[in-house]
C-alpha cells in the first residue's frame, strides 16, 4: 500500500504539541484512557545530546473485530514504536514492530507540524504500511491504515482537551 498522510487540527502551538509527545503521564491517558488500549508501556525515553528525543514504546490495543481468516494469520495486535525526533528539521521517524508477522510487514513513517498561529497547528503523518501476506496483505493493510486515521483522529481531540486544562 503506498504512503498515507494523515493531516489533523491542532489547538495548539508546535512546541506544546511535541511536549505532549514527550510527556508521560499524557501518553499514559491518552492510550489507556481515551484510546482504549490494554497496555501502554514506555520502555525507554533519551535526551540526545543535540537536542533530539527517542522513546521507545510498547502498545496493545483493544481487541479488534477482524474477519477470522484475517484474525488467525495476524494473531497478536500488540506492537513496539521506537522514535527520534529530530529538533532541526521539527520530524519524528518512527518505525513499528508488530508482535505477529514482523518479518512480513513494514510499517515507518514520520510525523510533522506546520504552525497556523501562535496556538494553533496541523498535526501531519506520513506512514507507509506494507503487509507481505497471501490473500490477505492488503486487508490487513487497509485494516492497519484505517485504524490509524481513526486513533489519530481520537488522539487530536484528546490533544486539544490536554492542552486546554495543561493551559498549553
Same mark, same amino acid.
Given at each position: 500500500?503506498?504512503?498515507?498522510?494523515?493531516?489533523?487540527?491542532?489547538?495548539?502551538?508546535?512546541?506544546?504539541?511535541?511536549?505532549?509527545?514527550?510527556?508521560?503521564?499524557?501518553?499514559?491517558?491518552?492510550?489507556?484512557?481515551?484510546?482504549?488500549?490494554?497496555?501502554?508501556?514506555?520502555?525507554?525515553?533519551?535526551?540526545?545530546?543535540?537536542?533530539? &528525543?527517542?522513546? $521507545?514504546v510498547y502498545l496493545n490495543p483493544p481487541a479488534a473485530?477482524?474477519? #477470522?481468516? +484475517?484474525? =488467525?494469520?495476524?494473531? /497478536?495486535?500488540?506492537?513496539?514504536?521506537?522514535?527520534?525526533?529530530?529538533?532541526?528539521?521539527?520530524?519524528?521517524?518512527?518505525?513499528?514492530?508488530?508482535?505477529?508477522?514482523?518479518?512480513?510487514?513494514?510499517?515507518?513513517?514520520?510525523?510533522?507540524?506546520?504552525?497556523?498561529?501562535?496556538?494553533?497547528?496541523? &498535526?501531519?503523518? $506520513?506512514?507507509?504500511?506494507?503487509?507481505?501476506?497471501?490473500?490477505?496483505? #492488503?486487508? +490487513?493493510? =487497509?485494516?492497519?491504515? /484505517?485504524?490509524?486515521?481513526?486513533?489519530?483522529?481520537?488522539?487530536?481531540?484528546?490533544?486539544?482537551?490536554?492542552?486546554?486544562?495543561?493551559?498549553?
Open positions: 500500500m503506498p504512503e498515507q498522510e494523515i493531516r489533523n487540527s491542532m489547538d495548539c502551538s508546535v512546541d506544546a504539541y511535541w511536549k505532549c509527545v514527550f510527556d508521560e503521564e499524557y501518553n499514559r491517558r491518552l492510550y489507556l484512557e481515551a484510546l482504549k488500549f490494554r497496555e501502554f508501556k514506555l520502555l525507554s525515553q533519551t535526551d540526545g545530546a543535540n537536542g533530539s &528525543r527517542s522513546r $521507545k473485530d477482524l474477519p #477470522g481468516p +484475517v484474525a =488467525k494469520v495476524v494473531g /497478536d495486535l500488540s506492537w513496539t514504536e521506537e522514535g527520534t525526533w529530530d529538533p532541526k528539521t521539527g520530524r519524528y521517524k518512527f518505525k513499528v514492530t508488530p508482535a505477529s508477522l514482523p518479518d512480513k510487514t513494514r510499517i515507518d513513517g514520520e510525523i510533522w507540524c506546520e504552525a497556523r498561529g501562535d496556538k494553533s497547528c496541523d &498535526r501531519i503523518a $506520513k506512514a507507509f504500511v506494507e503487509v507481505k501476506v497471501f490473500m490477505v496483505g #492488503g486487508i +490487513v493493510e =487497509k485494516r492497519i491504515i /484505517d485504524d490509524m486515521k481513526k486513533s489519530y483522529e481520537n488522539a487530536a481531540r484528546f490533544t486539544n482537551q490536554w492542552v486546554k486544562e495543561k493551559g498549553w
